[in-house]
């Protein structure tokens, strides 16, 4: 008998580990997928496929899938799937969302949360590319010590614990603001709404999970709390924040600059079209990385392995 089939879309440094392990199941088919129609053509006769973020699997895509049982996404976040269509259908998505325990032993959004702060204050990007100019303007790009400015927490989750640990040893104070009132620190003071916390901060590090209340939940009216002297880093997802907020406070010098990893619809959007690319082009102090954040050759082999193991133990292990 033939074995069921597993398609894995995105081939670069995938974990060996992985693909030996899910070979004892399936008939595992490796493609770096080019387009959506390429997408269609392979995954038309799949139980399962493996997946990062390069597609949007939508609802034209399910259907198309006849035989599609279970997604595999070594992500939190899963905006880039239909997820109540897919579920309605009986399908299931196997991912990192509610992994807790063992997303603690990943550092590397906080990590890249920390390049984009530094990066920002110190106008890295900016001070680098003047000098392959052939310029030396050390005045020009004047920052500020971290220790002197005062670091706000969006969302004291894992991500967030992390941020606020590493925060400390650059010497810097830091308060946070969590919609869920258990969450505490001993490290930190608490603010009862995001309002005070963009008020309180020098530098405003967004780390809350997409989900449909949390939709452009930094808002117009939260972010013109924010001092102009402040910075707001994202490396949440891009529906967090009102994108079309920001370009109006970093146009009318509202804030001081804004750095992130993530735009709204940054799967099928056209980018250049985006508000917050458009300002990078025109010179604001603007840094954007293509979601980097998760993207380390350990973590991203650490993730793929915690979900196929997590996939072959919840819906595999009883056909043995």
Known sequence: MDKRKLLITESLDFSVKTINLLKTYYEVIIKDIKDEEELIHYIKDVEVIFIRLKFKISKEVINKATNLKYILTATTGLDHIDLNYFNNKGGHVISLKGAYDFLSSIPSTAEHSWGLILSLVRSIPQS????????????RFKGHNLKSLK?????????????????????????????????????????????????????????IPLN??????????????????????????????????????????????????????????????NPIVKLAKQGYNVIITPHLAGCTYESMQMTEDFVSELFIEKYLSFEE
């Open 212 to 273: 449909e209340e949390n939709i452009c939940f930094v808002n117009e009216e939260r972010l013109k709390c924010l001092k102009p002297s402040s910075y707001l880093i994202n490396t949440s997802r891009g529906a967090i924040i009102d994108e079309l907020a920001v370009e109006s406070l970093l146009k009318h010098n509202k804030i001081k600059g804004y750095a992130t990893d993530v735009l709204s619809e940054e799967i099928q959007a056209n980018i250049a079209d």
């Open 151 to 207: 670091l706000g927490i969006l969302g004291l989750g894992r991500v967030g614990k992390q941020v606020e640990t590493y925060a400390k040893a650059f010497g810097m104070e830091t308060g946070f603001y969590d919609t869920d009132q258990t969450k505490s620190s001993n490290n930190s003071l608490e603010f009862k709404t995001a309002k005070a916390l963009f008020e309180w901060a020098n530098i405003i590090s967004i780390h």
């Open 128 to 139: 680098y590319t003047s000098v392959m100019e052939g310029e030396w303007h050390r005045d």
